[in-house]
């Protein structure tokens, strides 16, 4: 991150309410024992290593990631979010559509990507 966005950054985040932390070092290399849990980390960085964000969380869960690239322009929220969704009463077909949809979820992909039909109507279309 530039020396000009990271003071708009910093500048934008001051506040009664936060407390930032400024360091230099990898995500993967920050003290574990003396500091305690962030709740958010900013970051300038285009790409973040899978491998970093999954130490990341493996340390510290419940932190959320809030990357900036492109000097601003492109701004991505990396989180481990659980959620819950009452679906009610399932048909054994709208079971399985809805592990398909969770498979495709888990492994990156839209709900609408290539793969086994969701549902017993897709399969008669495909």
Known sequence: MSTMLSEIVIGALRGPEVALAR?????????GDSVSRPDVI???ADVLPGSTVERVFTR???TTLVQI???GQRVTVVALTPTRVPLGALSP???LATVRRA???SA????GSPGPP???KEAEDA
Do not use: C, F, K, M
């Open 93 to 95: 077909e709208d079971l």
């Open 69 to 71: 690239g492109g000097e």
């Open 42 to 44: 900013v970051l300038g």
């Open 23 to 31: 360091t230099r070092r990898p995500l993967d290399r920050l003290p």
């Open 60 to 62: 510290w869960p419940l």
């Open 118 to 120: 969701d549902t017993p």
């Open 108 to 111: 990156g992909r839209p709900s």
């Open 103 to 105: 498979a495709r979820r």
